[in-house]
């Protein structure tokens, strides 16, 4: 942790007890409080802070996740990047990104840029790797109904609820697909998802996705799939169980797929811009990694 001077308050640990302030800090940025998302993070990840001299609240928030083997991790995700707006333009999320950076030595980092926050990341070292587009909208079936059957996938596609016997299977191809062990994440997804749900050809499980409460939408992710017709399915039946519309970052390789969800409802709402530090591009099958859990944690 950076070695404050006598005039900057110091950086500290968050933990799930400031759920609250880190809620209040997204609301002053103007973003939604995403009070369930923040629980997530700040206990599988480690979030940080720095409390606003005024004595109101927090000045600013980053949190890191990692992945990999415990205790010697083999890529940090950033997220929740944050400075309370009267704090603005002050050099308080370059000081919060120097520690990110400082923290992680050797390494790898990686983080969903807005358009807002990617001018730092640059000057910091960060490189542009890909992009994500968030979309967002009711998810229509009807529109889905075609050749390929109500769920919109080939028949030999099933989808059904995961159960725990299911966990072991997602565990192992989540790490196939993600490129490390994140086991700490995805053994949270069953208290942390309203529906999860596995994808199913000839006995073995070949795609997963988790649809999560985030203030009025339900967000898909992580979505795992071996291929665009599976990615489909797993959306189409999260879809068919939820009333609010579906939220999810669709890495912009997945062109079928992006086509396939504005046919059906949902709508573009921002691009974010995946970025690096300290390694060419993310480990893993891109080609089988549709959707982030969210993009704050990757
Ligand atoms: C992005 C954010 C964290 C930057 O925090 P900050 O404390 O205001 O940033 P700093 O004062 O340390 O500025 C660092 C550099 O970022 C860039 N920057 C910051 N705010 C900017 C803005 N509104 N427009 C353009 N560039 C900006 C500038 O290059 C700036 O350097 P400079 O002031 O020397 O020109 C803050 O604007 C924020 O909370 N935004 C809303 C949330 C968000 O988008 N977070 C990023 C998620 S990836």
Known sequence: MSTPSLSAPPIRRLTPRDLQ??????????????EHKWGLLLSAGTGYGIDA???????GAYVVTQYGPPGRPALTAIGMVLVAERYARQGVGRRLMRNAVDEAGHTPLTLHA???GRPLYEQLGFEVIGRA????????????LGA???QGAPSEVTTRPATAEDLISILRLDTEVFGHDRMHVITRLPAFTDQLRVAEADGEIVGYAGAWPNMATHVVGPLVARDTETAKALIASLGAGTDRPLRTD????????LAWVKQNGL?????????????PE???????????????AG
């Open 53 to 59: 001299p005024d004595g109101n609240g927090l000045m």
């Open 148 to 150: 390929r059957g109500a």
């Open 267 to 279: 709508e573009s709402v921002a691009f974010n811009t995946v970025m690096a530090y300290g390694v």
């Open 250 to 257: 669709i890495d912009v390789r997945h062109e079928e797929l």
């Open 21 to 34: 302030l880190c809620a209040d800090l997204s609301e002053d940025r103007g973003w939604p409080r995403e």
């Open 133 to 144: 587009e968030m979309v967002q909208g009711h998810f229509t079936p009807a529109k889905a």
């Open 282 to 296: 993310l480990p893993g099958d891109w080609t089988r990694r549709f959707a982030p859990l969210t993009v704050a």
């Open 114 to 116: 807005t358009p807002n």
